[in-house]
Each structure stands twice: as C-alpha cells, then as structure tokens.
C-alpha cells in the first residue's frame, strides 16, 4: 500500500497532506510513504522530519507518485499532473468541484478514484475528517488578526494616565464555523462584538460566545437551515429586510468580517459599495467568501483595497494557508481519518468499501467516469 504525498503545484498553496505525526500513523497502518522533496517546506516541515517519521524523501512529484496506491493532495491535481497519477489510485483533496466539468473529466479521463473532501457528510463519525470545519476554524482565527494588522487602533479598551481608548467595534457576518471562531478571536482580543447570521441556531451560539446576535428574525429566517444545517438561499424580500437593517448597523463598526456562504452558489452579496463608504476611515472589512465571489462589493481576491474613503477591503486568498503550519496539521490528520476507513487493519491492505455513505458522498470518478450524481456532465 503506497502512499504518496507529492509537492502542491499551484502557487500561493504552503499547505501539504501529510506532516511526520501522520506519516507514523499511515506507516502503522501497513503502508510506505513517499513523500517530494520540499513538499512540507512551507508549512515548516523539513525532508528530515519527514524521513525521521519513516517516510522516504524522493527527489520529484513522478517519483513520489509512481506505483501509489493513495494519493495525499491538498488540492485538485491539475490536467498536467495527471499523466504521472497511477490509474485506479485513490486520491484525496480539497477538490473544488462545483462547475469544474472539464477537471472532473481529466480527473475520470486519468483512471483515478477521486475523493472531496470537502463533501465529508457532517455527521458524528465524520467529524475528525471534516475539512471545511478545521480550515474555516483557522480561517475565522486568521480574518480577526489580518484585520487587527491592518487597523490603525487597539481592539481592547485601554485606560491609561494619558486617557482611555475604547474597545474596537466587531461585525461578524455568517456565524457558521468560520464566524463563530471568528467572534471568540474577537472577543478574546477585548473587542466588543455583533454577529449576524440567516440560520436561527446561529443565533444560541453567538450569545454563548458573548457577543450580541442582529438579525431580520422573521417567518423565514425560522426555515433558513438546510437537514444538512446550511443557509438556505434568501428571497428577494429577505434580502431587502436584511440589507436595511446592517446597513443601520454597519456605519458604527470599526471592522467587519464577512464569512457568508451557501453551498455550491456564488457568496450572497452582504455589503453594498454604499455600506463600505458608510464605514469611518480607517474601517477594515475582511471578505473571508472573496474566492466565492465574495460578500463585499469592491472587495478584489488576492489584495488589500483602500477606498477613497479610507476603508481597508482585505481580499487575501486562501487563508487558511496563512497559517499553513496549523492547517496542514489539521489537514493532515482530517486526511489520515479518512485513509484509515479505507484499509482493511487486520490485512493491512487497502479495501475501501465503495457503499461506505462517507465513501459515497465524497467519490466524484471511479473507472474512467465521473460517478458522483451532483456532478454529472451535463448532456449537450
Ligand atoms: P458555510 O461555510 O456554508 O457558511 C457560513 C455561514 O454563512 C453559515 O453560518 C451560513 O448560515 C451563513 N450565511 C449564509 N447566507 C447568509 C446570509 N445571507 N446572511 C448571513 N449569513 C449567511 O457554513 P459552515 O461554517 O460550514 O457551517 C454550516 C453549519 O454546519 C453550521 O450550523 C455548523 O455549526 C454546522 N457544522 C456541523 C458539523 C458537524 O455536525 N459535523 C461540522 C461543522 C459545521
């Protein structure tokens, strides 16, 4: 049972999928590891860690990849990579999935088993493979320090012989995973902090952090969650409602972060261009769906925009890789969790069970097709 963990490709990614303490468990289950050279650099892990955990350090990607049974990845193999992926080996990222048809295809085209991670059902044994939940927690962590970098004041009240200084106002937008990590960042820091969300469950978890919930709680908020707990699209009118009740709330913030998502759809649009320059100067908002398209208007993926205003839009890309030590850690061990369902302990051998529900949900191409009902190729 080989297990590869090649370098990540895509510029702008630190993260890997397997760090030394995983590499030990994936050797105890039976398996070799190959890990690329450099693959761990960024994320603070050296070749010597990684040789010192048991795994064998190869000069390249192909050499790493040949003969691999398990594919370790943090994100999508691209197109180009996939001539060096064994046909029928099981690879495991952070896909992306959502409107990738071609990928998908190159993906099935190449004979692999590809697995979503992000698609892991959130039920109770899935937990400890959750992907979206330990990157979002670090990400919430992240928004509220990248916006304390760029602000020009104190988050906590100070009062000193030369005068006090008053708490930073926080807004919180999409209390799920993210937010709620977010909130207690926030509140940590000594700031004074406000959060909304669609979903009324949101709502208990936002006062149990000790910040104070905003939100247009009418008939339809109360049908907001999805069974699988996700926000639900809101109607136009919602919309409307919601709109005039954070622009009222918004002018008197210091720092907004947005964390508002819904599952395979655009971000919902939550501040207007109006809401931004409502904001006093030196205001930092920070758009955590920015990759989704984004919650705030004028926010740009990939760059800090200052309005004529003085407000501060940071957009950064891929956060959770801003602390990619912390979330490789993570990634690594929702990875191993996941791995460990698909081999047979006793053989020590890789016997994934293909009506597995975890397997099911997740599993986007077997045998040369892409098998995940939600992504099949549209007909012409
Ligand atoms: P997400 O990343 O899909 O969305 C982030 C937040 O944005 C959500 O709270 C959502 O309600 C909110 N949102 C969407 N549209 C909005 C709008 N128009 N205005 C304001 N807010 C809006 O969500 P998530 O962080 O992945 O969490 C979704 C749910 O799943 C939460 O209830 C979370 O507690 C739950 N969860 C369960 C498990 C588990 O049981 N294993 C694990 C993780 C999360």
Redesign the pocket.
């Known amino acids: 049972m080989g297990i590869a963990v090649p370098a990540e490709v895509e510029s702008g990614e630190p993260r890997v999928g397997a760090t030394p303490d995983t590499v030990k468990k994936l050797l105890a289950l039976g398996a070799t590891v190959r890990v690329a050279s450099g693959a761990g650099l960024a994320s603070g892990i050296t070749d010597e860690d990684y040789a010192a955990a048991g795994a064998s350090v190869v000069a390249s990607n192909a050499e790493a990849l040949a003969g691999a049974a398990i594919v370790l990845k943090v994100r999508r193999p691209r197109a180009d990579e996939l001539s060096a992926y064994p046909h029928g080996a099981l690879v495991l990222a952070i896909m992306d999935p959502y409107g990738q048809h071609e990928a998908l295809a190159a993906l099935a085209q190449a004979g692999v088993s590809a697995f979503a991670m992000e698609l892991m059902p959130?039920?109770?044994r899935?937990?400890v493979m959750?992907v979206?939940?330990s990157q979002?927690n670090l990400a919430g962590y992240r928004a509220v320090i990248d916006a304390s970098a760029e602000f020009g004041r104190a988050f906590p009240m100070m009062m000193t012989a030369a005068g006090t200084v008053p708490a930073a106002k926080v807004f919180v937008?999409?209390?799920?995973?993210?937010?709620l990590q977010a909130i207690a960042t926030a509140r940590r820091l000594g700031a004074v902090v406000t959060a909304?969300?669609?979903?009324p469950?949101?709502k208990e978890?936002v006062a149990s952090l000790g910040a104070k919930f905003v939100a247009v709680e009418d008939e339809e908020f109360k049908q907001a969650?999805t069974a699988a707990?996700?926000?639900k699209p809101?109607s136009a009118e919602y919309?409307t409602k919601?709109a005039a009740l954070v622009a009222e709330h918004i002018k008197k913030q210091d720092i907004v972060i947005t964390?508002?998502?819904?599952?395979g759809r655009p971000a919902?649009r939550?501040v207007s261009a109006e809401m931004v320059d409502s904001l006093k100067p030196g205001s930092v908002l920070v758009d955590l769906a920015v990759e989704r398209g984004g919650n705030v208007e004028g926010a740009r993926p990939g760059e800090v925009v200052v309005t004529p205003g003085g407000v501060k839009i940071i957009g950064h890309l891929n956060v959770p890789g801003r602390l990619a030590a912390s979330a490789s850690s993570l990634y690594a061990r929702n990875l191993f969790a996941f791995v460990e369902t698909l081999v047979d302990k006793k053989e020590k051998t890789l016997a994934p069970n293909w009506e597995d529900e975890l397997v099911k949900a997740t599993l986007l191409t077997k045998d040369g097709a892409v098998v995940h009902p939600s992504f099949q190729p549209q007909p012409a």
């Open positions: 959130r039920i109770t899935a937990q959750d979206l939940s979002a937008m999409g209390a799920g995973v993210a937010g909304t969300d669609v979903r469950a949101a978890q969650e707990g996700y926000a809101m919309q919601q964390t508002a998502l819904i599952p919902p939550l």
